[in-house]
């Protein structure tokens, strides 16, 4: 057995991430929870209780003022009562996933299972159901590694707004229901932080010391009761923000994040004689993230990172909002295209609508994933950076959570290797053109082929790899070459 990790730096900068992980290169989240039900999109639960916002004005006019229905009645509404999660992770699979997330509690401190500690879960109230024990037990059918998301860590300062009142109209001065005390453990005793500038989710991480060791309590039930293989905070490693002007860490505020990524380590140790386990954070500090994978939300790398690294993103808004449009499958499959070719892996968040189903553009979504993945899955599972990540003048443009289709043109490509074979994804290609790629030069090429498809004529002039593509693709977007 694996010698097990104790909760420093040192010992925890020893990681290195699974090959499951390194192979899988794609999985899904059910990003999913009380929060689902308005289908009026993100943060929900915060926004209700900011007075002038969409959501605000959506639920004073939906549901009533949130001195007389808040947030806690919202819960009692969720009842997932279509949720079928066999079905789901079948789709899921069929689409192309390896690995699947499941949201353990979001910033709502609502728990998606049977907590013994918080009385707020799924199993206490609106579904009656122990929602991550369902999702894992489809997930270990599929033979997906099973990830929880918690987003608890923000939760404390994050859901300040709800000891808030009016300052306009006719409950000016009511305080809404986080003020109740007989709601205090849900909403938090968090007066600490004020109410004043409430649409700052600001500080992300309370200084809060009580808190910190409930957030230790939490993730450590979570890990006991599910052993996941991925756990994934929604910010830095708790409960630190900043580092020393020598750049010493200031390692006493990391002392709660490094004691649960321990034990989730430690416990895959003990399961499976080594560790197959993945903590994920977003501080960009290698002397951080390196304890797990950082993870970068709704975003990209430039070029290729010498470890794995992750990115999570959504086909629209994180939960279900009637506003939001969806991504397109060409844009996601380019995406992960993009990504893999730098060493990363991808989750995308697949909508659920309160009842648990997912709509039909989702499911055409999800098709459409699988058909190309039918075809191109070679040139995705189990392989790793090339020499280079690709070549063309096209970059995905990395502006914050700003996630625009990127416009290919013939001279783009994205390269990953596996065996004796690079694997060239053709980001703007079409059928009928004879496409040149310049980053062969230096290698002899015995043969190329269409994944999909078969060899493919090609010769080399002056270093310069030509070759002719027939004039039907098979794959609807990023067909690949696979080049020996």
Same mark, same amino acid.
């Given at each position: 057995?694996?010698? *097990?990790?104790?909760?420093?730096?040192?010992? &925890?900068?020893?990681?290195?991430?699974?090959?499951?992980?390194?192979?899988?290169?794609?999985?899904?989240?059910?990003?999913?929870?009380?929060?689902?039900?308005?289908?009026?999109?993100?943060?929900?639960?915060?926004?209700?209780?900011?007075?002038?916002?969409?959501?605000?004005?959506?639920?004073?006019?939906?549901?009533?003022?949130?001195?007389?229905?808040?947030?806690?009645?919202?819960?009692?509404?969720?009842? @997932?009562?279509?949720?079928?999660?066999?079905?789901?992770?079948?789709?899921?699979?069929? @689409?192309?996933?390896?690995?699947?997330?499941? /949201?353990?509690?979001?910033?709502?401190?609502?728990?998606?299972?049977?907590?013994?500690?918080?009385?707020?879960?799924?199993?206490?109230?609106?579904?009656?159901?122990? +929602?991550?024990?369902?999702?894992?037990?489809?997930?270990?059918?599929?033979?997906?590694?099973?990830? +929880?998301?918690?987003?608890?860590? @923000?939760?404390?300062?994050?859901?300040?707004?709800?000891?808030?009142?009016?300052?306009?109209?006719?409950?000016?001065?009511?305080?809404?229901?986080?003020?109740?005390?007989?709601?205090?453990?849900?909403?938090?005793?968090?007066? %600490?932080?004020?109410?004043?500038?409430?649409?700052?989710?600001?500080?992300?991480?309370?200084?809060?010391?009580?808190?910190?060791?409930?957030?230790?309590?939490?993730?450590?039930?979570? #890990? %006991?009761?599910?052993?996941?293989?991925?756990?994934?905070?929604?910010?830095? &490693?708790?409960?630190?923000?900043?580092?020393?002007?020598?750049?010493?860490?200031?390692?006493?505020?990391? %002392?709660?994040?490094?004691?649960?990524?321990?034990?989730?380590?430690?416990?895959?140790?003990?399961?499976?004689?080594?560790?197959?386990?993945?903590?994920? /954070?977003?501080?960009?500090?290698?002397? =951080?993230?390196?304890?797990?994978? *950082?993870?970068?939300?709704?975003? /990209?790398?430039?070029?290729?990172? $010498?470890? $794995?690294?992750?990115?999570?993103?959504?086909?629209?808004?994180?939960?279900?909002?009637?506003?939001?449009?969806?991504?397109?499958?060409?844009?996601?499959?380019?995406?992960?295209?993009? +990504? =893999?070719?730098?060493?990363?892996?991808?989750?995308?968040?697949?909508?659920?609508?309160?009842?648990?189903?997912?709509? %039909?553009?989702?499911?055409?979504? &999800? @098709?459409? &994933?699988?058909?190309?993945?039918?075809?191109?899955?070679?040139?995705?599972?189990?392989?790793?950076?090339?020499?280079?990540?690709?070549?063309?003048?096209?970059?995905?443009? #990395?502006?914050?959570?700003?996630?625009?289709?990127?416009?290919?043109?013939?001279?783009?490509?994205?390269?990953?290797?596996?065996?004796?074979?690079?694997?060239?994804?053709?980001?703007?290609?079409?059928?009928?053109?004879?496409?040149?790629?310049?980053?062969?030069?230096? /290698?002899?090429?015995?043969?190329?082929?269409? *994944?999909?498809?078969?060899?493919?004529?090609?010769?080399?002039?002056?270093?310069?790899?030509?070759?002719?593509?027939?004039?039907?693709?098979?794959?609807?977007?990023?067909?690949?070459?696979?080049?020996?």
């Amino acid at each position: 057995m694996s010698n *097990l990790f104790e909760a420093s730096f040192d010992s &925890l900068h020893h990681y290195s991430a699974p090959e499951w992980f390194r192979n899988a290169k794609f999985g899904i989240w059910s990003h999913w929870g009380p929060q689902s039900v308005p289908m009026f999109g993100d943060w929900y639960a915060r926004n209700m209780y900011i007075e002038g916002t969409p959501q605000y004005e959506y639920h004073l006019r939906h549901y009533g003022h949130p001195s007389k229905f808040g947030y806690k009645d919202i819960c009692a509404l969720w009842k @997932a009562e279509n949720f079928d999660p066999e079905g789901l992770m079948a789709k899921y699979y069929k @689409a192309g996933a390896r690995y699947f997330m499941s /949201q353990g509690t979001h910033h709502d401190h609502f728990f998606n299972y049977g907590s013994a500690i918080n009385r707020m879960n799924s199993v206490n109230v609106g579904p009656h159901k122990d +929602i991550l024990a369902l999702w894992k037990a489809a997930a270990d059918k599929y033979g997906m590694p099973f990830g +929880i998301s918690e987003h608890l860590g @923000a939760s404390f300062s994050w859901w300040r707004v709800n000891k808030g009142c009016d300052k306009y109209g006719p409950y000016a001065g009511v305080p809404y229901d986080g003020n109740d005390p007989a709601w205090q453990d849900f909403y938090f005793a968090n007066q %600490e932080h004020g109410t004043e500038n409430p649409t700052e989710a600001s500080p992300w991480y309370t200084s809060n010391k009580e808190y910190h060791r409930y957030w230790v309590r939490c993730i450590s039930e979570m #890990i %006991e009761r599910f052993e996941p293989d991925l756990i994934y905070t929604d910010g830095s &490693l708790p409960f630190g923000s900043h580092w020393l002007d020598d750049g010493a860490k200031a390692s006493s505020s990391y %002392e709660c994040g490094l004691e649960i990524v321990a034990k989730l380590y430690n416990t895959s140790i003990r399961r499976h004689g080594e560790n197959r386990a993945v903590y994920l /954070q977003k501080d960009r500090n290698p002397e =951080i993230f390196s304890i797990g994978v *950082l993870d970068i939300e709704k975003s /990209q790398l430039p070029g290729i990172m $010498p470890e $794995p690294w992750h990115t999570d993103t959504c086909i629209g808004n994180w939960f279900y909002d009637v506003r939001d449009p969806y991504k397109h499958p060409d844009q996601i499959v380019e995406m992960l295209a993009d +990504i =893999i070719s730098k060493n990363g892996v991808m989750l995308l968040n697949v909508l659920q609508r309160p009842d648990g189903t997912i709509d %039909e553009e989702a499911d055409y979504i &999800l @098709a459409k &994933l699988g058909e190309w993945f039918a075809v191109c899955g070679e040139a995705v599972y189990g392989t790793r950076p090339w020499r280079v990540f690709g070549e063309g003048n096209t970059r995905v443009k #990395i502006d914050g959570f700003t996630e625009n289709k990127t416009e290919w043109n013939r001279n783009d490509f994205r390269f990953v290797q596996k065996d004796d074979a690079v694997y060239a994804f053709m980001m703007g290609a079409s059928g009928g053109e004879t496409v040149t790629l310049r980053s062969f030069a230096e /290698q002899e090429v015995r043969s190329v082929e269409l *994944l999909g498809c078969g060899p493919v004529p090609f010769r080399k002039e002056f270093g310069i790899l030509i070759v002719s593509l027939p004039e039907k693709l098979p794959a609807f977007c990023a067909n690949a070459l696979k080049i020996r």
